[in-house]
C-alpha cells in the first residue's frame, strides 16, 4: 500500500500506468483510487521490422520521389553492445512513456537508492569507459570504511517509532496534522523549512543561527508541543544518531558490538538519553537487534527469538514529553534531570555503557555550563569501555560546540602520545599522602597545586576525526563570525505520513538531516598495543605524519597475507569529493591532524580513480593518492 500512494503521488494524482504494479498492489490501487490506465509498450525495432526494416532516413530523387537511404551507424569508441544491456541503452531506445515507466520503477528500486545520488554527478563516460574494462567494482576496503547506513536510506523503525507516534496523533484528524500541528511546528522552529528544528534549509543559512527551540530538559511544554516534538523532532533525531552510532560500530568492530548483545542478554547493559527523548535508545536497540539477528541468524526456535533490550535511562523533564516518550520504550526509566558523577566518587557499576547526548550543548548559554555539561558526561561513563556520542546540528555553531568539547577532553581528560598529564587548576583539591617521615605532602611532588600536574585518563576518539591532534577546521576557537567551513555529515531518511503532513509535503518524502558529532571510549586505548591471541583484537597503531604518508602511496596493492591497515590510521573525506574529467579531487582530514586536498588522476589507478569517483562525504580513504597539498581554509 506504501508503494502504491507513493506511486500515486508522483503521478500527482493521476491514474498510474497499469505495468509498474504487481497484481497484489494493482487490487490495492484499485480499492483505493479506481481504475488503472494502461499503457502499451511498443519498441521501436518492433516498429521498424514492421516497416520492413528501413532506415527512416529520406531524400529526394531527381524525378521528385522519395528514397530511403541505408548506410551503415559505425559505433564510437568503447561502446558497444554492451551499451544496449544498461539503462542508458534501454533508455535510448524505449518510447517517451515507457522510458518514464523505467525511470520510476528505477526511482523505487533499493539498489538504485543507494547510488542515486552519486550517479547525478559522475561523468558518464568515463564511468561506463572504467566499468567495460573488466575491474571489480569496489575494492574491499572501499566497501569497508564507507560511511554509510545500510540501506543509505533509513527507513524508520515501523513497530517501535512510526506505529506509536500516529496512534498519539489519531486524536487529530489528517487536516489537524496539516493545519493545526503544521502550523505549530513551523511557528516554533523559525517559518518555512523550519531551520530551529533538526533541518538544515538553504534558507536557515542566512538567518541567525540557534539552537533548536524543543528540548528535552525543557521543565514545561504543552500538549501540542510535546506533539510536535515527537512526530517532527524525533525522527531526525533518530535518523543522525543512528548514522553516528553506525559508524562507531564500524570502527570499534564486530567483537565491541557482540560485547552490546552479551551484557544486554545478561541484564548489564546500560543505556542513557541525555537529550534525544528515547529516539538515542531506539536507535541503540536497533544497532543491538541487528547485531544479535547476524548472530543468531542460523538459529530458529518455535516460540521465535526476541532481541535482548538492555536498560535504558531516558532525560525527560516535563511530563508532558516523558508520558509520550513511554509509550515508544520498554524496560527505561525517566529521569527529570541528569545525575551529577562529576563532583561523587561512584563505583563502575554504576555508570552507563553508552551515553547519547544530541543536542543538548546548544541550548545551554554560558561556555563554563558547557564544560561542565561535557566533564558531567564524561563522568557517566564507564571506566571500562563506555562509549559517549554528542551530537549537534550540522551548522557553524553546532560544529562549534562539538568542537569545543573535544578540545576540552583532549586538554583536560583523554591521553594521548605525548600528552599524558594535565596541569592541576587552583580550585581543584590536593590529594595528600604521608611520605617516609609520615609528613602529610601534596601526591605527585611536593609543589603548590596550581604547578602540580595530574594524569590523564586512558581514552581515545572513535570518529569522525582518525587523530588526536587539534582540529584543523577549528583552528579559530569559539564562536567566528561566518564561518563557512565546517566538519559535518549527512544522513537521508524517509519522513513518515505524519511528518508529510506536518511539512505539507506532496513530492519529496525524504530529509537529508546534517550534524556534527563526535564519538569518544572511555578506559580502551586501541591505539595502545595489546597482548592477545584473538586476531579480531587490534594490536595498536599510530596516528601520525608515517600514517599519513602510508595512506597518501594507498593500500590497494597489499601483499596478501599482510594485515589490513586498521581504519583508524586513514584519512576521512570531510566534503563531498570533486569529481573532473580524469581525476576526482577529495578534501581529506588526515591521522597527522593536517586538512589536505589529494587528487586522483585515472593514470594513477583504474581501480582508485573508479572508487574515487564513487566515493562519499564522510568515507574514509584507503586506496592513496598521486598528488597531495595542503588545504587552505576559508
Not at 493521476?14 to 498492489?25: F, I, K, Q, R, S
Not at 542515486?116 to 559522475?122: L, T
Not at 595502545?528 to 599510530?542: H, L, M, R
Request: with cysteine.
Amino acid at each position: 500500500e506504501r508503494r502504491v500512494r507513493r506511486l500515486r503521488e508522483f503521478y500527482s494524482g493521476e491514474d498510474v500506468p497499469e505495468g509498474l504494479l504487481e497484481a497484489e498492489e494493482r487490487r490495492v490501487y484499485e480499492r483505493l483510487f479506481g481504475g488503472l490506465r494502461r499503457l502499451e509498450v511498443r519498441d521501436e525495432e518492433d516498429d521498424l521490422d514492421e516497416g520492413g526494416g528501413g532506415t527512416g532516413v529520406l531524400r529526394e530523387r531527381r524525378d521528385g520521389e522519395l528514397e530511403e537511404v541505408e548506410f551503415d551507424e559505425e559505433e564510437e569508441e568503447g561502446v558497444g553492445l554492451e551499451e544496449e544491456d544498461s539503462f542508458l541503452g534501454q533508455s535510448r531506445r524505449l518510447h517517451p512513456d515507457e522510458r518514464l515507466a523505467v525511470d520510476i520503477e528505477r526511482a523505487f528500486s533499493t539498489s538504485h537508492v543507494e547510488d542515486a545520488e552519486q550517479e547525478q554527478e559522475v561523468v558518464r563516460e568515463e564511468d561506463s569507459r572504467i566499468e567495460d574494462e573488466g575491474y571489480q567494482r569496489r575494492h574491499p576496503l572501499t566497501l569497508a570504511n564507507r560511511f554509510a547506513t545500510y540501506p543509505t536510506t533509513l527507513e524508520l523503525p515501523k513497530s517501535s517509532m512510526i506505529e506509536p507516534i500516529s496512534a498519539m496523533l489519531e486524536k487529530r484528524s489528517q487536516r489537524q496534522r496539516a493545519t493545526q500541528l503544521g502550523d505549530a511546528a513551523h511557528r516554533i522552529f523559525g517559518g518555512p523549512g523550519m531551520p530551529y528544528s533538526t533541518s538544515t534549509p538553504v534558507r536557515g543559512k542566512t538567518m541567525q543561527q540557534k539552537a533548536i527551540t524543543l528540548d528535552a530538559g525543557m521543565n514545561q511544554m504543552s500538549d501540542i508541543e510535546g506533539d510536535v516534538y515527537m512526530s517532527t523532532l524525533l525522527p531526525g533525531i533518530y535518523s543522525s544518531v543512528m548514522g553516528a552510532l553506525v559508524e562507531t560500530r564500524k570502527r570499534l568492530g564486530t567483537a565491541w558490538a557482540e560485547s552490546l548483545v552479551k551484557k544486554a542478554q545478561s541484564g548489564e547493559l546500560r543505556i542513557l538519553d541525555a537529550g534525544g527523548a528515547g529516539a538515542g535508545v531506539l536507535a541503540v536497540r536497533e544497532i543491538i537487534r541487528a547485531e544479535w539477528e547476524r548472530m543468531h541468524q542460523d538459529k530458529t526456535s518455535p516460540d521465535g527469538l526476541v532481541a535482548p533490550l538492555g536498560q535504558a535511562t531516558v532525560l525527560t523533564s516535563s511530563d508532558t514529553l516523558r508520558n509520550r516518550a513511554s509509550k515508544l520504550l520498554q524496560s527505561t526509566t525517566f529521569v527529570p534531570r541528569l545525575p551529577d558523577y562529576l563532583h561523587a566518587e561512584i563505583g563502575a557499576q554504576g555508570k552507563f555503557d553508552l551515553v547519547i547526548a544530541p543536542h543538548t550543548l546548544w541550548p545551554l548559554r554560558e561556555d563554563f555550563l558547557r564544560k561542565t555539561q561535557v566533564q558531567n558526561l564524561w563522568s557517566l561513563l564507564s571506566n571500562t569501555g563506555g562509549v559517549l556520542v554528542m551530537l549537534e546540528k550540522g551548522v557553524a555553531r553546532g560544529f562549534e560546540m562539538i568542537a569545543g568539547a573535544r578540545d576540552l577532553l583532549l586538554d583536560t581528560t583523554i591521553a594521548s602520545p605525548g600528552s599524558t598529564e594535565r596541569a592541576m587548576g587552583m580550585e581543584e583539591p590536593i590529594e595528600w599522602q604521608k611520605n617516609a617521615e609520615g609528613e602529610e605532602v601534596a601526591e605527585g611532588e611536593d609543589a603548590p597545586a596550581d604547578l602540580m600536574s595530574m594524569p590523564k585518563e586512558t581514552g581515545m576518539i572513535i570518529a569522525p576525526c582518525t587523530n588526536h591532534e587539534g582540529c584543523p577546521l577549528y583552528a579559530r576557537k569559539g564562536m567566528v563570525k561566518g564561518r563557512r567551513e565546517i566538519c559535518a555529515f549527512p544522513q537521508r531518511y524517509y519522513r513518515p505520513d505524519f511528518l508529510q503532513q506536518i511539512w505539507g509535503a506532496k513530492g519529496k518524502n525524504y530529509e537529508d538531516v546534517e550534524f556534527s558529532y563526535l564519538s569518544v571510549m572511555r578506559g580502551k586505548d586501541l591505539r595502545a598495543p595489546v597482548e592477545t591471541e584473538d586476531i579480531q583484537e587490534p594490536s595498536g597503531f599510530t596516528q601520525d605524519q608515517a600514517a599519513t604518508a602510508r595512506a597518501f602511496r594507498g593500500y590497494e596493492s597489499s601483499a596478501p597475507g599482510k594485515p589490513l591497515p586498521n581504519s583508524l590510521t586513514l584519512p576521512r573525506a570531510i566534503f563531498p569529493p570533486l569529481k573532473r574529467q580524469g581525476h576526482v579531487i577529495i578534501d581529506l582530514c588526515t591521522p597527522s591532524g593536517t586538512l589536505e586536498r589529494w587528487t586522483v588522476p585515472r593514470s594513477f589507478s583504474k581501480q582508485a580513480f573508479r572508487d574515487a569517483r564513487k566515493a562519499n562525504w564522510g568515507d574514509l580513504w584507503a586506496l592513496g593518492a598521486k598528488t597531495r597539498i595542503p588545504r587552505n581554509i576559508k
